[in-house]
């Protein structure tokens, strides 16, 4: 399984960290990278030579050159996998954490707003830098409030992109991989939030919560925080919906979503398609008749669905009869082929992004 350009499995990352970490396991020591520049100068002469250099990269003056150029100042160390025989990073080739904090900085200030390019070509490229700097973090074993904060915006981040690439092909965006990297750094966060507390750490909780719904262990860790963190109205919100999910409540479920946030409809969102399905199953079961006719536009409203359209589409996708205004439930037609198109779903989630920023949603103003 790769991730975004072409890079191996990011399972592999922990025993890449611990492969080039050793020396200093050795010795007993936490390494402090002694790199003050976005990306050391090593690789960034070796990619220049290479012609490796990502257009973000290149001085503009050299772009169309034989050898273009690299820009010292926009080029960023890139995720390195582990490979037989590969030497451990040398102090020289880490950024120490504040340098790590004003990468992701320049990352999310200077290359996401870019509007010149897909937003699906902006994402490969943030995504690799931002896995280099948690590889970085992981070597010299970051800490403490600036880990926090860039696992914070990594989280942002990564859950936005998952709706924002939404409707992407699976070529161009694979929320698998996404997921397995808000995972890694949920894991990473609560456990700095274990050593020490966060202003954001009630909402990061409660996030870990609703990307994780139904998830036992998710609810087993909530469960024995702080009475302050758990009293919080993020994690009393986060905690009904997983109740009203645990209840079979996927109206309420659905209900109670239109009340979120942006950030956290995001982390919802990927649910929402089981919402629907589980809906759907329940309303056929009960309603099911030749003769009864269940309005389309209540029906639209229960499922949290931008038009009626859409959800005429919806059950006709479960092969279930659409009238112009009414849809018969059968429990001898209904059935269930699998996921269906990804939509953008504005009135749950697009709509309350409004007009905020995607670096201003991702530094979390």
């Known amino acids: 399984e790769e991730a975004p350009g072409g890079q191996n499995n990011p399972r592999q990352e922990c025993k890449t960290a611990i492969m080039m970490s050793v020396k200093c ?39 169309s050159d034989r050898l273009p150029k690299a820009d010292p100042r926009k080029t960023v160390k890139e995720y390195s996998r582990a490979a037989a025989g590969k030497e451990a990073a040398q ?69 936005c992109a998952s709706y924002w690439l939404c409707e992407e092909p699976i070529q161009v965006f694979d929320p698998k991989i996404n997921d ?4 890694e750094c949920f894991s990473w966060l609560l456990a700095n939030y274990s050593i020490g ?36 109205t993020h994690m009393k919100l986060a905690f009904g919906i997983n109740q009203a999910f645990g209840d079979g409540n996927y109206v309420r479920c659905l209900r109670v979503m239109r009340r979120l946030p942006f950030l956290q409809s995001c982390a919802l969102y990927r649910h929402i398609e089981l919402f629907r399905n589980c809906l759907l199953r329940v309303f056929n079961h009960g ?19 931008d038009s009626l359209p859409s959800a005429a589409e919806l059950c006709q996708h479960h092969s279930l009869q659409v009238t112009e205004d009414s849809v018969c439930f059968q429990k001898s037609c209904y059935r269930d082929p699998g996921p269906g198109p990804k939509q953008t779903e504005l009135g749950l989630v697009g709509k309350k992004q409004r007009d905020r920023t995607k670096p201003s949603i991702i530094h979390g103003h």
């Open 180 to 183: 397995v990297h808000v995972q």
């Open 91 to 159: 102090l020289c080739d880490l950024r120490p954490a504040r340098v790590l904090l004003q990468t992701v900085h320049y990352l999310i200030d200077e290359i996401v707003p870019r509007h010149q390019e897909p937003w699906a070509e902006i994402y490969d490229y943030v995504f690799d830098r931002l896995r280099s700097v948690r590889q970085d973090m992981t070597i010299q074993q970051v800490s403490g409030p600036t880990a926090v904060t860039i696992l914070e915006k990594s989280l942002r981040f990564l859950l």
């Open 287 to 305: 309603y099911s008749s030749r003769n009864c006719r269940y309005p389309l536009q209540r029906l639209t409203n229960l499922l949290g669905m």
């Open 197 to 232: 507390g966060s202003k954001n750490e009630a909402e990061f909780q409660a996030l870990a919560i609703l990307y994780n719904l139904g998830s036992v262990k998710a609810l087993h860790h909530a469960l024995i925080l702080p009475n302050h963190i758990k009293d919080s």
């Open 25 to 63: 396991a050795e010795l007993d020591v936490v390494c402090i990278g002694t790199c003050l520049g976005m990306c050391p100068d090593r690789e960034r002469d070796e990619r220049q030579r290479q012609k490796r250099l990502h257009k973000f990269e290149i001085l503009e003056e050299t772009a």
